[in-house]
């Protein structure tokens, strides 16, 4: 097979990794950049910062790899980033990234309008303040000048893929996220571009997934060493090439990742939309569709946990704080001593879809310690993502297999409670970076080095499958419909916070 760069640009940092011609990993690099916060909602991300990550990693795999001859890149990009360019193509703002809240009241307007229903079945993506259409929406409103001297609305892998072969494009699976496109049509939506006001000839060209870019800018071309026309396929976002390279691709397989955030999906061969538009549906590639909801509050809550509680441990620690947490955890037994946490820290997408939500723990007394508190955390993200699971079921049919990934897989004690609170087997690959690996098959099937999309149970690697403790689930399946209702009580007040915030 060729030699394939995976480029996975993420809403933290950019992972880049060099597969040799057998489908192993060669080298990696793995490059962060700043997100900025400094009011109520906001996280942004400087696009010069995420391309400069992008040049560095690809430089370091290739000169760490001088002997391997690059045959082709693939790329993925977390879902929902926008930035405003002028005319020729500079940024005006920031990468606003899908964690940015401020587009709320626009999302609320959305789903007040009587055609609701019609706009989230035709773009397959719920109503929600993270999707471009309500940020574009946001703006109109509250930047009109800034909206009059913008000439192009793109996202970061547009943005990037313009800056690596002066092509301006943007895949069918990336756009799908947008809330501007049809998904039945696969094309820019009229409705959608209407309510944002803006028109196709301000947005990316439309592409497949598998579509290959030549002419790599001669400069970069030099510096890498590289042919100009080196074969550049497009690819997908990363939710849906997380199932790829996890081959969760069969009916009933699902994949659950938890990193920063986290997310539950299954691929079928149609779309498939939720009555209640609470769940996506996005596409990967010609009848593959990724449906499932995804959560703000995965990994994050964990780093909460030990920036507030834990302070003295971390500044002792250091990175080794996390190891310590999850050895802690590990002797609290299942269910915390009664305590249940909801973890709404950044607001929530799926289940709740609220940009109010907010975290809270139950069951608090004198009796509980830090470890109670940071184990029910845990637990909490966990029972969100079992809940999202479920409606997922409603909508595709049951659970036969569940694949799971993402930095959560570090902690033994984190991969076990998720496996007793969905109560069921999970598999959990020795490679956690499967959204580079769904990137990098994407390209050698467009290459013509696999046949098929399936051939990804080749590539996945070495497994572990866990099994459920019947004590631990019996208390998890006690405890998860308390989790839920508390959730369904508390949720009317969580404007009343938000605004008194």
Not at 87 to 104: C, F, I, S, V
Not at 138 to 151: E, G, V
Not at 229 to 252: E, F, H, K, W, Y
Not at 470 to 495: C, D, V
């Amino acid at each position: 097979m060729h030699a394939m760069l995976s480029i996975d640009i993420g809403t933290t940092s950019t992972k880049v990794i060099l597969y040799n011609g057998n489908g192993q990993v060669a080298a990696s690099a793995n490059n962060g950049y700043p997100l900025y916060q400094t009011t109520p909602g906001m996280a942004e991300e400087n696009p010069a910062d995420i391309y400069q990550a992008v040049l560095t990693g690809i430089q370091t795999v290739i000169t760490a790899c001088p002997d391997l001859s690059v045959g082709g890149l693939s790329f993925s990009a977390a879902m929902h980033s926008l930035i405003l360019l002028d005319d020729t193509y500079q940024p005006l703002t920031r990468m606003y990234t899908w964690a940015d809240n401020r587009a709320k009241q626009a999302a609320a307007a959305f789903r007040a309008r009587p055609d609701a229903h019609d706009l989230y079945v035709r773009t397959g993506t719920p109503l929600q303040p993270m999707t471009p259409l309500a940020k574009i929406c946001w703006l109109q409103k509250t930047q009109p000048a800034l909206i009059q001297a913008t000439r192009w609305f793109a996202d970061i892998k547009s943005y990037v893929l313009y800056r690596l072969t002066g092509q301006f494009v943007l895949d069918y699976s990336l756009a799908n996220a947008t809330g501007l496109f049809n998904l039945h049509e696969l094309n820019w939506d009229p409705l959608a571009l209407k309510i944002a006001r803006i028109t196709t000839d301000q947005l990316p060209q439309l592409v497949d997934t598998t579509t290959v870019l030549t002419g790599l800018r001669p400069e970069l071309a030099t510096k890498w060493q590289l042919d100009p026309q080196t074969p550049i396929v497009v690819g997908a976002s990363d939710g849906c090439l997380s199932n790829l390279g996890l081959n969760a691709l069969q009916p009933g397989v699902a994949a659950l990742t938890i990193g920063t955030s986290g997310a539950v999906r299954v691929v079928t061969d149609q779309p498939q939309l939720d009555a209640h538009g609470r769940l996506f549906c996005y596409y990967l590639a010609p009848d593959r569709w990724v449906v499932g909801g995804p959560v703000n509050n995965g990994g994050n809550v964990l780093a909460w946990v030990r920036d507030q509680l834990f302070t003295p441990e971390r500044d002792h620690y250091g990175k080794q704080t996390l190891a310590y947490l999850s050895d802690l955890i590990a002797q609290v037994p299942a269910g915390s001593h009664g305590l249940l946490m909801h973890p709404y820290l950044n607001g929530e997408r799926a289940p709740l879809w609220d940009a109010n939500a907010r975290g809270a723990y139950f069951g608090l007394t004198a009796q509980h310690t830090r470890a109670d508190m940071a184990r029910a955390a845990l637990e909490g993200v966990t029972f969100n993502l079992y809940h999202v699971a479920q409606l997922v079921q409603q909508l595709t049919g049951p659970f036969v297999s569940l694949q799971a990934t993402g930095g959560f897989a570090n902690s033994a004690p984190w991969r076990q409670l998720l496996t007793d609170i969905f109560d069921m087997p999970v598999t959990i690959p020795t490679n956690f970076e499967s959204t580079c690996l769904g990137a990098a098959l994407l390209g050698w099937q467009r290459l013509g080095d696999v046949t098929d999309l399936t051939a990804s149970a080749e590539f996945v690697g070495p497994e572990t499958t866990l099994q459920p403790d019947p004590t631990a689930a019996a208390t998890y399946q006690k405890l998860a419909p308390l989790y839920t209702e508390l959730a369904r009580t508390y949720q009317p007040l969580f404007q009343q916070l938000a605004e008194f915030h």
